[in-house]
């Protein structure tokens, strides 16, 4: 089980991410962290520190997320993210083009 909260939204949002991620619950990820953004559109930072498993689905729709704020000329941050799940990110290279704390 997933879960996706805002826990901050002064200067950016801050989203706490929590459970497990996977081609099952990324449609639910997606759209809740969309609803937050399109309520109030600023830079996102994504606290990952309760985020147990991610799959390539959910890879994926980071891109997806990474590429809408930046086209909005906006920006996110994966911040506390587990070193398995960093993994992922760096044989991707995602770790390239997204700012992984």
């Not at 996977?22 to 953004?37: G, K, M, P, R």
């Not at 994504?46 to 930046?70: A, E, N, P, R």
């Amino acid at each position: 089980m997933q879960q996706v909260k805002l826990i901050s939204a002064d200067e950016k949002l801050v989203i706490a991410l929590s459970g497990e991620i996977d081609a099952s619950t990324v449609d639910d990820f997606y759209e809740q962290v969309n609803a937050i953004y399109v309520h109030d559109k600023r830079d996102i930072v994504f606290d990952c520190s309760s985020l147990t498993f991610i799959d390539s689905t959910t890879l994926g729709t980071f891109v997806k997320i990474f590429k809408h704020l930046k086209q909005d000329g906006h920006t996110f941050v994966l911040r506390n993210v587990q070193p398995r799940i960093k993994k992922l990110f760096q044989i991707c290279s995602l770790d390239t083009i997204m700012e992984i704390d």
